[in-house]
């Protein structure tokens, strides 16, 4: 009976399925390379339509530096994703840090001393997150969806709903130092998902992940510490994001306490989209930057051609669907 409704039910889909178009058959020939064709298409295609605007120096720099929030908070969601759970707080944690910076500084507290103790936020919290969805078997989608409402809330009452410009001098000298033209954010993000990429790519333990993701059951048969791993995977999740709070905060020179909400789907958009550029199907860390920059490229382009803020939005929300679409596709095609 079982085995009758499946090949029915295959029957359907194949019969359902739309036939390939050519541009469809250019993205298969492509496969895991069409994403960073696309980026490539879309910069030319904005360098020739704003040549004075968009295709200059300036502009790129403009990009690259805009972006390095999103980059290290797209690393902190790609981690646990990798394992098969979701953060959805990274960006409340990354909030909250430079609320939390900024609060101690205008208390007293030393630079240092405040850094140190607001990046000590982001693990705590990525800690928690983990004994919530791994040790409470709460859906991780479920549990982080919680510790962002919560964490957005006290962020507003540390800060009273107001803008906090109480961030040290010293970061902000810091972050705002240039290397080549570009801020310090830029480069340590870099390096950050360099590290991540040789963890992901040339160790066990990203190997572990992606099997753990792929099937946590089997993993557990297999003698993996399935728990230990997802565990971890919280706890860097929630440090980069401490990270990326700490540097935003100098490189912006305030913090807003309401802002969680604007940097909650650039990373998801990419994560989802970068699984479907490089390593076709995996979470992987080129594929994110890609996607990252492809992002940027057709938000500013947008805005350059006269589109209002409100763009970013629906160019982030429709890239979601199209990254989950295209992957389903290629890996669908890539079987056959």
Same mark, same amino acid.
């Given at each position: ?220 048969? #297999?003698? +993996?510490?399935?728990? &230990?791993? $997802?565990? =971890?995977?919280?706890? @860097?999740? !929630? /440090?980069?994001? *401490? %990270? ?26 990419? #994560?989802? +989209?970068?699984?479907? &550029?490089? $390593?076709? =199907?995996?979470?992987? @860390?080129? !594929? /994110?930057?890609? *996607? %990252? ?44």
């Amino acid at each position: 009976m079982s085995s009758t409704t499946k090949t029915d039910s295959s029957a359907t889909v194949s019969q359902e399925a739309p036939p390939t178009t050519a541009a469809a058959g250019r993205l298969v020939a492509l496969g895991p390379w069409a994403v960073p064709f696309l980026l490539v298409a879309l910069f030319a295609v904005f360098a020739v339509a704003s040549p004075d605007t968009f295709a200059t120096t300036t502009n790129v720099r403009v990009m690259l530096i805009g972006q390095a929030s999103i980059l290290l908070l797209a690393l902190a969601f790609v981690i646990p994703l990798r394992a098969g759970d979701f953060d959805l707080s990274v960006a409340a944690i990354m909030v909250i840090v430079g609320a939390a910076l900024g609060s101690m500084t205008a208390n007293g507290l030393s630079p240092v001393a405040a850094c140190l103790i607001a990046l000590s936020i982001g693990p705590v919290v990525g800690f928690i997150n983990g004994i919530l969805v791994v040790r409470f078997n709460i859906n991780s989608f479920i549990a982080t969806l919680g510790t962002l409402t919560v964490l957005d809330g006290f962020s507003r009452l540390i800060s009273g709903g107001a803008l906090i410009t109480t961030v040290p001098d010293e970061l902000v000298d810091f972050t705002r130092r240039s290397l080549f033209d570009l801020t310090m954010p830029v480069w340590l993000g870099w390096g950050i998902a360099l590290l991540v990429y040789y963890v992901f790519e040339w160790t066990p333990v990203g190997r572990y992940l992606l099997f753990i993701g792929n099937n946590a059951t089997a993993a557990q048969l #297999a003698g +993996l510490r399935v728990n &230990a791993y $997802r565990q =971890g995977a919280y706890v @860097v999740s !929630g /440090t980069i994001s *401490a %990270i990326a709070g700490v540097l935003g905060a100098g490189l912006l020179g305030s913090v807003d306490p309401t802002a969680s909400g604007a940097y909650l789907l650039p990373p998801i958009t990419a #994560a989802f +989209l970068g699984a479907s &550029a490089i $390593r076709l =199907g995996r979470f992987n @860390v080129a !594929g /994110t930057l890609v *996607a %990252i920059y492809l992002v940027a490229v057709g938000v500013t382009g947008l805005q350059m051609l006269g589109f209002d803020s409100w763009i970013a939005d629906v160019f982030n929300g429709t890239f979601l669907v199209f990254a989950v679409g295209l992957t389903v596709f290629l890996r669908r095609r890539s079987s056959t």
